[in-house]
């Protein structure tokens, strides 16, 4: 046995509680599955999850696994669709899987690039069943959040030599390796481990100490590395207090910080919440209901389940925070938007999952109001895990999925889809134009994904905007050209937009593709940004794939063209201006 998981085992034990002892938890409602090293037939009931979630590509099922602290021997986790696994101690080492914790690829050929919608958080595991080497296989796509987790083993972020098209890592520790493998792009914050082999076409590092040597552009090793995240806060986490009750922990305001939040066994600063000052929001509760509750005070803890809302859900009293676990799901079909925060201090939303409805509310998410000149700098607003999507259930539609007017807001990963597979999906049955419109100042994003929206996916009209990762593919259904030709005459509408007003905008690492199903569509410009002194990209990479278009331009009238035919298929440029 080695050093660190002897001691892992020990650390387990000596913080797990005996089961008599514990307070009685919270009723957390039918989708959320607590579970302990000595529940009974503890493989069978993870096994049942996972049967029913890994063909739910688009189904109404939600599931929380809720792991107690402890050690689970011989224990194997398959993690699906809309399935969130989450540990309860105080540090990750408290619940310690040995055995294995995956993702499988969906489709045929080890083909992972549809693996949406699943996450792990907050434990450690040891995969000693994991696919040989002590090695865990984590192949995954989009809106898959790994976060406060400690891989005692190396990783490989894909099957096989299949596909697999980006993920998220937050506040993770890999004892060993980290392969990437096909991996077409993935962010890295506040991360460590020993080595990191593998890359595509962009791959981000922002305040990993260990991040892999080389530099963007040279294949093999197009890397973008950040030394320090200037400011960020940790996404809140469930866990069990020593006494036995439950609590959410709110992480601190972290300031030019370089790996894990967790390092020497330390519980993260921050503050500490006890579950009664939650409202435990269940499927059938409506928005009367949970605005009811905000304005009496109380923070929002949403388990798994889908969510019909008649009226916006309004976070208005500062500090509040708004929690899903088990990727919650919020639709409205009456035309109204979803969520709408007041322009406030502090305010906290995290894990939910929101999907637009028959009619066009205009907005999905709004947040702060518009026109308003307060700042939040000392304590922003901070998006956690929020995953956006217009079709692919149902048809639906939004004109914006979201948009942020309150100053100095941070946004730590999101993924914002208008569908592309899935039912109600074509030109006119989920028509959106924008994903993202970001009209406050000095907002900063972590992990933007953004993709498939019918004119901009992203609008960018605040100074002092901060990006660091963008991965967008742009939509394939335009029919023709003339049906996707923008206001100035150009082809086409540029992903990323950055307004002419602004002097202040900086992005690292963004990768834009086009897949096309039509031919003789082609987009000119794939980013479209002032020439200004405080106006810059760094490393930025346009990808056509398939058979037809491209893409000519990377941002304004520079850069290649990336042509499916006739040239290369990828263009890169390492700065601009």
């Known amino acids: 046995m080695s050093r660190s998981i002897a001691s892992s085992r020990v650390l387990s034990a000596a913080l797990a509680l005996?089961?008599?002892?514990?307070?009685?938890?919270?009723?957390?409602?039918?989708?959320?599955?607590?579970?302990?090293?000595?529940?009974?037939?503890?493989?069978?009931?993870?096994?049942?999850?996972?049967?029913?979630?890994?063909?739910?590509?688009?189904?109404?099922?939600?599931?929380?696994?809720?792991?107690?602290?402890?050690?689970?021997?011989?224990?194997?986790?398959?993690?699906?669709?809309?399935?969130?696994?989450?540990?309860?101690?105080?540090?990750?080492?408290?619940?310690?899987?040995?055995?294995?914790?995956?993702?499988?690829?969906?489709?045929d050929n080890d083909n992972a690039t549809q693996n949406f919608w699943r996450g792990a958080e907050n434990f450690s595991v040891t995969p000693t069943l994991g696919i040989g080497d002590n090695t865990m296989q984590w192949a995954v796509?989009?809106?898959?959040?790994?976060?406060?987790?400690?891989?005692?083993?190396?990783?490989?972020?894909?099957?096989?030599?299949?596909w697999a098209s980006g993920g998220w890592f937050s506040d993770v520790r890999v004892d060993g390796q980290v392969n990437s493998a096909t991996q077409q792009q993935w962010i890295s914050r506040n991360s460590e481990w020993a080595s990191w082999t593998g890359a595509n076409w962009n791959m981000v590092f922002v305040g990993v100490p260990q991040a892999p040597a080389g530099e963007f552009p040279t294949p093999g090793r197009r890397f973008t590395e950040v030394g320090k995240t200037p400011l960020v806060r940790e996404k809140p986490f469930l866990f069990v207090e020593k006494d036995g009750g439950f609590a959410v922990r709110v992480p601190a305001l972290r300031r030019d910080s370089a790996g894990i939040?967790?390092?020497?066994?330390?519980?993260?600063?921050?503050?500490?919440?006890?579950?009664?000052?939650f409202f435990i929001a269940k499927p059938g509760d409506t928005a009367a209901t949970l605005n009811a509750q905000l304005a009496a005070g109380k923070h929002l803890l949403f388990t798994p389940g889908e969510y019909l809302l008649t009226e916006t859900l309004q976070v208005k009293r500062a500090g509040t925070v708004v929690l899903g676990i088990g990727f919650p799901t919020l639709r409205s079909d009456n035309g109204v938007p979803l969520v709408k925060t007041a322009d406030v201090d502090g305010l906290t939303v995290s894990g939910l999952f929101l999907d637009a409805g028959a009619q066009d509310?205009?907005?999905?998410?709004?947040?702060?109001?518009a026109g308003s000149k307060r700042r939040h700098l000392a304590d922003p607003t901070v998006l956690h895990d929020l995953f956006f999507r217009v079709g692919g259930a149902a048809a639906g539609q939004v004109h914006t999925a979201l948009r942020i007017h309150a100053h100095d807001t941070l946004v730590d990963h999101t993924w914002i889809w208008r569908a592309d597979h899935g039912e109600g999906v074509g030109w006119a049955l989920n028509p959106s134009a924008h994903g993202l419109v970001v009209d406050g100042e000095d907002v900063t994003i972590y992990g933007l994904f953004v993709e498939h929206f019918q004119q901009e996916q992203v609008v960018w009209r605040g100074n002092g905007g901060r990006v660091y990762f963008y991965q967008s593919e742009i939509p394939y259904d335009p029919p023709t050209q003339r049906q996707w030709t923008n206001?100035?005459?150009?082809?086409?509408?540029?992903?990323?937009?950055?307004?002419?007003?602004?002097?202040?905008?900086?992005?690292?690492?963004?990768?834009?593709?086009?897949?096309?199903l039509q031919p003789d569509v082609v987009l000119d410009r794939a980013i479209e940004a002032p020439r200004a002194a405080g106006v810059r990209f760094q490393h930025m990479i346009t990808v056509c794939l398939v058979d037809k278009g491209s893409i000519e331009h990377v941002i304004n009238d520079a850069g290649d063209a990336a042509r499916c035919q006739g040239g290369s298929n990828t263009a890169t440029l390492k700065h601009y201006p």
């Open 361 to 369: 509310a205009g907005v999905l998410m709004e947040v702060g109001t």
């Open 261 to 277: 939040s967790w390092a020497g066994g330390a519980f993260t600063a921050g503050k500490t919440l006890p579950i009664a000052r």
């Open 487 to 516: 206001a100035a005459g150009r082809r086409g509408f540029a992903s990323y937009q950055v307004a002419d007003t602004v002097t202040r905008h900086q992005a690292w690492g963004l990768g834009i593709y086009s897949v096309f």
């Open 141 to 162: 796509s989009q809106a898959v959040p790994f976060r406060r987790m400690h891989v005692r083993g190396h990783m490989r972020l894909n099957q096989n030599n299949g």
């Open 18 to 107: 005996p089961l008599a002892a514990l307070a009685a938890p919270p009723d957390f409602g039918p989708n959320v599955h607590l579970l302990n090293p000595a529940t009974p037939g503890l493989q069978q009931r993870i096994d049942a999850i996972y049967a029913a979630q890994q063909p739910n590509h688009f189904g109404p099922r939600r599931d929380a696994i809720l792991l107690m602290p402890g050690t689970y021997e011989n224990l194997r986790i398959p993690v699906g669709f809309y399935t969130q696994v989450l540990g309860l101690g105080r540090h990750p080492d408290d619940v310690h899987v040995v055995g294995d914790l995956r993702s499988t690829a969906l489709l």
